[in-house]
């Protein structure tokens, strides 16, 4: 259309017809008569058709205008529950937060996190992308989530299109069924490992790539029997005492009451370091930005948290 028209316009149209007065509508909408006579002579316009017959006394709606009339509404209604549903989000009393995460920080950080944060805020609902770390930071870069919780695999702090903050050092550890000759005592070196059936996760996992990269070449000779996917199959198979495990103290301490014992592992020893991912500049919603606060809590709790210094 080549004159151009504004809700504000619709809303004249509609309050004409609903009171049955020009001079009604006017003192309504806080118009001059000739204000608003201007508004509907602009829908009209743009529409290419005489939408209200009016003289100075009677007010009536023309063919055009009566079949107009319902879509002018719905636009109206359609607007106004707009703005509620961006109040709501705005002071997060509705909406949808999405998030990536690691499967190990969504298995066994996030629930208490998420749990104290439906409690805050029942009317918003939460979706997490649950992935590997090859995955997460690309969920948050192409706007997929609104931030999102990695592990540090490579320079991924030098991305220009990412905000990169360290949350915490996640040392890796020794599970093993509790009883297990390896359960009580000390640092563990992987000496001690020989002959002993490993479970090992597979080459998707960050924590297995990050695992080989720096493991001694005495330990890559290690009985490595049992390969899977997830690290919540890994602990079930310790927990059956299939064998011991390599696996980041964060999950251990989260499990705390099951039959699984942890012990730091040394010469050498690893950590993974967690991360938060932020796309550089972006302004997170009011309900992912209390989300953050609650998670990044319940990290800075945890041994060698940087969040906590």
Known sequence: MQDRFALKDIAAFVRVLELGSFKAAAHDLSLTPSALTQRLQKLEDAV???????????????AV????????RRLLDQFDRSITDLQDMIHARGGRVTI?????????VLPPALARFSAAYPDVSVRTIDDSEQDIAEYVRR????????????????????????IME????????????????????????????????GARSGTSRLLTDRLPERARALNWRYEVQHLSTMIG??????????????????IAGRPISYRPIVDPAFSRTVLLVERRGATLSP???????????EFSGAPCSIASR
């Open 287 to 297: 309900s992912a930005s209390a989300l953050k606060a609650m998670l990044l809590e």
């Open 100 to 108: 990536a995460s690691l499967i190990s920080i969504a298995t066994y």
């Open 143 to 166: 706007g997929d989530a609104e931030f999102a919780v990695d592990m540090r695999t490579s320079d991924a702090d030098d991305d220009p299109e990412l905000s990169i903050t360290p």
């Open 65 to 72: 205008g009566r079949a107009f009339l319902p879509s002018a």
């Open 170 to 201: 996640d040392r890796f550890v020794l599970a093993c069924r509790t009883g297990h000759p390896l359960a009580a005592g000390g640092p563990v070196g992987w000496d001690r490992l020989a002959d002993m059936p490993i479970v090992t996760l």
């Open 237 to 254: 198979f310790i927990e059956a005492g299939i064998g011991v495990g390599i696996a980041p103290e964060l999950a251990m301490r989260a």
């Open 48 to 62: 290419g058709a005489r939408l209200i017959d009016r003289t100075t006394r009677t007010v009536a709606v023309t």
